[in-house]
């Protein structure tokens, strides 16, 4: 044989070779080799589903690739930045007058600010711009915020967004009007109270005759009959509601022989889901539950891959015999305890986050889910905080019935916060909604009982949020002054 | 001959308007023709809005307020805001056309003209009353075709919140003045 063969035949099989192992690791290998930099924040929990961000085909032009990533951002963060009333909105700056700005940041673009894998140059919120990015358009001519506001005159740019006046997206708690309309609130309402909770935890509870009937009404197997889990169920909200062990344990069952056929001891979460649709849903948008977001790609999929490498109608057999080469695992599960990157108890070392982790099924105690569930694992500062704050010792206070329902503060008022909508209370269950950043938390949550001036400035100051609210806030945001200074009356400038 | 006869229509529209033809696209209509009758909806539904909603409820009835903050105020989007939520309605659609709502006395100074063709414009229709601009302008590598209508005080709800705003640069608007204009562009490459 040749020399010249030979060689042809060992490039051959050394390309072979390495395509095989390199398509064997992005398909059913570990992907953190292809990471080109470390994802920022909670995107670590779904950066090896490469395929949710990098969408464009292959050998797509730079235009497209940018379009496309930029879509997918917004398939996550659409309902977010749509509540936030989003103060640079994308359709803000498609208009090509806005041209010479594009040159500057532009803002049709998620990722002119926001790039992921960059570690080195990325600050708080994904941002990798430096900090003083406003300079970049409120610098200059009509634009000069400097020369608009009088009070801006000497102010420099890094402190806009980082001082607890403006944000780029959301500035509902912020803007001009609202400062000045809220200026003069208290520190604290006459009687604090939040509304949503207040209507939630006065729910009216089962007499005795009813926990009786509800108990005589119990429809489980002999082999299931659980004395404890059917007490705890005839007191809880699901047995007035009529869901009863079949409505969990075997939904399809009609009759009592399909339901002993049928029964489950450990119901999956979708039983869950099927009902509390709007929960299920908040949750796939926090950090909690953010692998479960419809729009987030399957990782691992033999014949996507396939067709990525080429193949874009794989027959079966392939796809099966490539499932079967890679052992493909499952979907990366809930997000768990041993992959979270704060502060976790060491106890709870291993925990996986599903509804039965705050919510025990059958005991429903609204009160573990609402603080007690979230200390078994968080133990940073604020979390570890909590007991012992003032907000602990009102939400004692109620709990214990020497206060009024919804004055009590839980980690759930602030983190999970509940809205009214014609009668009807519903809990947000993206339990990140409020932060991200922290002003977004003044309206839904803080104005209920305190004043916006009070509110600005305690979530201005790091470390009485670290202390969980012991204490009075270090600083004075001067926001509301310089907006006051500017109207003789409080409606003046409303456009009313 | 749906083609035709959307071309006989426009020709009649055209006339009615009173346009000069500009430069032809080819077998469809001048870029003229096009953003002016683009611009008779827009000021239509505009001037319905500002004078059958917002001034007969607010000002002649006073039985809702306009705000800028219509979410929180639970009250009427202003026109301005109406306007300006439509075109960026049509910029999510479209890259086809896009239109602004600006003037050289802004409340709101993103309205200001951003452009050299946009103040051009707009100092035109203000110094030339039932006047439109039309030009060419370069922008982000794109030519387009800039029309610019006058926009007209056609309610006193108009003028009295523009003459009365903490941040209006201009306070001595009254009924038929050029308060701004109506921007519209095509691309044209």
Redesign the interface.
């Known amino acids: 044989m040749s020399t010249r063969l030979l060689w042809i035949i060992w490039i051959a099989a050394s390309l072979l070779l390495a395509s095989a192992a390199l398509a064997r690791l992005y398909i059913g290998g570990d992907r953190t080799a292809f990471l080109p930099g470390d994802t920022h924040g909670v995107h670590h929990q779904i950066e090896l589903a490469c395929e949710s961000c990098h969408i464009s085909d292959s050998f797509a032009s730079q235009a497209t690739v940018r379009k496309d990533i930029n879509k997918t951002c917004v398939t996550c963060h659409k309902e977010e930045l749509k509540a936030s009333d989003d103060s640079h909105p994308i359709k803000k700056f498609k208009n090509p007058r806005m041209a010479a700005y594009w040159e500057l940041i532009d803002a049709r673009f998620c990722t002119s600010c926001h790039m992921e894998h960059q570690p080195e140059i990325t600050i708080a919120g994904l941002v990798t711009l430096p900090g003083d990015f406003c300079v970049a358009c409120h610098s200059e001519g009509e634009q000069d915020v400097r020369v608009n506001r009088a009070s801006h005159a000497d102010l420099t740019f890094e402190t806009c967004a980082s001082a607890g006046c403006h944000n780029f997206h959301d500035n509902r708690a912020l803007y001009e009007d609202f400062l000045v309309k809220h200026a003069d609130a208290p520190w604290l309402a006459p009687s604090p109270v939040h509304a949503a909770q207040a209507m939630a935890r006065t729910r009216p509870r089962p007499d005795g005759a009813e926990i009786a009937a509800y108990l005589a009404a119990v429809d489980a197997p002999e082999r299931a009959r659980d004395p404890l889990a059917e007490a705890h169920w005839a007191a809880s909200a699901h047995a007035a509601a009529e869901v009863g062990c079949g409505g969990c344990h075997a939904p399809k069952a009609e009759t009592p022989a399909q339901l002993a056929a049928d029964w489950t001891d450990h119901p999956a979460e979708a039983v869950c889901t099927e009902c509390h649709r709007p929960q299920a849903a908040t949750f796939a948008e926090g950090r909690h539950g953010m692998r479960r977001h419809p729009e987030l790609a399957p990782p691992r999929q033999a014949d996507r891959m396939l067709g990525r490498l080429g193949l874009s109608d794989p027959p079966e057999a392939l796809v099966a015999a490539v499932e079967a080469w890679i052992a493909d695992p499952d979907l990366p599960g809930a997000m768990g305890t041993a992959e979270a990157r704060i502060p976790m108890a060491a106890e709870a070392h291993g925990q996986s986050l599903t509804c039965a982790t705050c919510h025990a099924p059958h005991e429903q105690d609204l009160a573990f889910a609402a603080a007690g569930a979230c200390l078994t694992c968080h133990t940073d500062d604020h979390s570890a905080a909590y007991e012992g704050s003032p907000h602990h010792a009102l939400w004692q206070a109620e709990m214990s019935g020497n206060a009024a329902p919804g004055s009590g503060v839980s980690c759930a008022t602030c983190h999970l916060p509940k809205t009214e909508r014609r009668g009807a209370v519903t809990t947000s269950h993206n339990q990140s909604d409020t932060l991200r950043p922290n002003e977004k938390m003044i309206r839904p949550v803080c104005m209920d009982c305190h004043g916006l001036a009070f509110a600005i400035d305690a979530l201005a100051d790091p470390a009485l949020v670290a202390n969980n609210f012991r204490g009075t806030p270090d600083r004075r945001i001067e926001s509301i002054d310089w907006a006051t200074s500017r109207v003789d009356r409080p409606d003046e400038g409303a456009n009313q | 001959m749906k083609a035709k006869a959307t071309k006989i229509k426009a020709a009649i529209l055209c006339g009615m308007l009173g346009t000069a033809a500009v430069p032809a696209v080819s077998d469809g209509m001048d870029y003229s023709t096009v953003t002016d009758l683009l611009h008779l909806v827009m000021s239509s539904d505009r001037t319905v809005y500002t004078r059958m909603i917002v001034n007969r409820l607010a000002v002649e009835e006073g039985v809702i307020?306009?705000?800028?903050?219509y979410?929180?105020?639970k009250?009427l989007v202003?026109p301005a805001q109406m306007f300006r939520y439509g075109?960026?309605?049509v910029?999510?659609e479209t890259?086809e056309f896009?239109y602004?709502l600006l003037s050289l006395w802004?409340i709101n100074?993103?309205n200001?003209p951003?452009?050299d063709m946009?103040r051009e414009g707009l100092e035109y229709i203000a110094a030339n009353p039932g006047e439109n601009f039309y030009g060419e302008e370069d922008?982000?590598g794109?030519t387009?075709f800039t029309a610019v209508y006058p926009d007209v005080a056609v309610a006193e709800a108009c003028w009295a919140?523009h003459n009365d705003?903490?941040?209006t640069p201009r306070s001595d608007f009254k009924a038929g003045d050029v308060m701004g204009g109506v921007?519209i562009?095509i691309?044209m490459d």
């Open positions: 307020k306009a705000s800028e903050h979410m929180d105020e009250a202003l075109a960026e309605m910029a999510e890259d896009s602004s802004p100074k993103q200001a951003t452009t946009e922008l982000g794109t387009y919140c705003h903490k941040d921007v562009r691309p």
